[in-house]
């Protein structure tokens, strides 16, 4: 059974910095893409980043593009988002989720994505 665990979430000030993470098991976590999306109230879910299954290529939303990187260590089973310059529109619900199938690319849409976690709340203030 997938299982998708985020965690690293917090309330913080504009301009300070984050890193969420995200434990996979279930899954052969090393020949699967991931993605990072975000939710905030009242919107629709939307693209954060993306990382190909070995972390060669990665994709990111122009709204966090240049402040946010993304990253996985697949011998731990774990992506990463560390976020910086953090501004108040970043708010959301973190969501981290599995590509439908192994070796596919990165894509915004998220009926692309298998598996999804639980989501980890971000809060940030001016």
């Known amino acids: 059974q997938v299982q998708l665990v985020e965690s690293g979430g917090g309330s913080v000030q504009a301009g300070d910095s984050l890193r969420l993470s995200c434990a996979a098991s279930?899954?052969?976590?090393?020949?699967?893409?991931m993605g990072w999306f975000r939710q905030a109230p009242g919107k629709e879910r939307e693209f954060a980043a993306g990382i190909t299954w070995s972390g060669a290529s990665t994709t990111y939303a122009d709204s966090v593009k240049g402040r946010f990187t993304i990253s996985r260590d697949n011998a731990k089973n774990t992506m990463y988002l560390q976020m910086s310059s953090l501004k108040p529109e970043d708010t959301a619900v973190y969501y981290c989720?599995?590509?439908?199938?192994?070796?596919?690319?990165?894509?915004?849409?998220?009926?692309?994505?298998?598996?999804w976690g639980q989501g980890t709340q971000v809060t940030v203030s001016s």
């Open positions: 989720a599995r590509r439908r199938l192994p070796y596919t690319s990165v894509t915004y849409n998220p009926n692309d994505y298998a598996h």
């Open positions: 279930g899954l052969t976590f090393s020949t699967y893409t």
